[in-house]
């Protein structure tokens, strides 16, 4: 999906009191700070595991490897609403599901296809966290061997009990969220959901080499 900065340098630097304690007075904010990374930990490490898989693992195997990690980790439906924006209230709920799982498997297939090789980088949590308005922002670092790190934030929200990610920043600034909504905005407007399903799709096709369609 082309973006307002490398589509490839977000993923790899796309690998991160609180407002919960206000919920839940007997949790402290360093617990609370601490549920909060568990899901950035867990991805984290399966990205960790496909690169250093790497291209001799077919794609397929380390998309079904990463899949219930990035399910698990990120509130998609949520994302999408937020990037579709007043389109989505006008869609019937069959295209809202369709468009839904079109959308979770291109970020799994855009995550697998950045993490590709092991290059030396390392995916760290940072100590540090803040909060934005009721949501905790996880700090995160690519430290590459030879080139400064790359900051990502992970913006957290809890539902249900459940900590998940709303939207990422990259260098602490660039929302994600902001960025798909950009770039889907023409395609919604001039297509509809089904132009922006089969754009997904194409870009999933691409990805994968074709071993996704």
Known sequence: MPNSFPRRALFRASLAGLAVALLRAAVSPAAAASEAAAPIAALNGAL??????????????????????????????SILRLVVGPHWT??????QNALLAEFRRFTVASYVANFDDDNGERLEILP?????????????????????????????????????????????????VAVQRSDFRHILETGGPPALIATLRKKISALSGGTLT
């Open 48 to 77: 960790t595991d496909i690169m250093k898989s790497g291209k001799a693992t077919p794609f397929p195997a380390r998309y079904q490897t990463l899949a219930p990690v990035v399910a698990q980790s990120f509130d998609l439906a």
């Open 128 to 176: 540090t966290t803040h909060t934005v308005g009721g949501d905790t922002v996880i700090e995160t670092r690519i430290v590459f061997p030879k080139a400064d790190p790359v900051r990502i934030d992970y913006v957290m929200r809890q539902k249900d009990g459940q900590w998940q990610v709303v939207d990422v920043l990259l260098d602490g600034t660039i929302s994600r």
């Open 90 to 95: 006008d869609m019937p709920p069959e295209m």
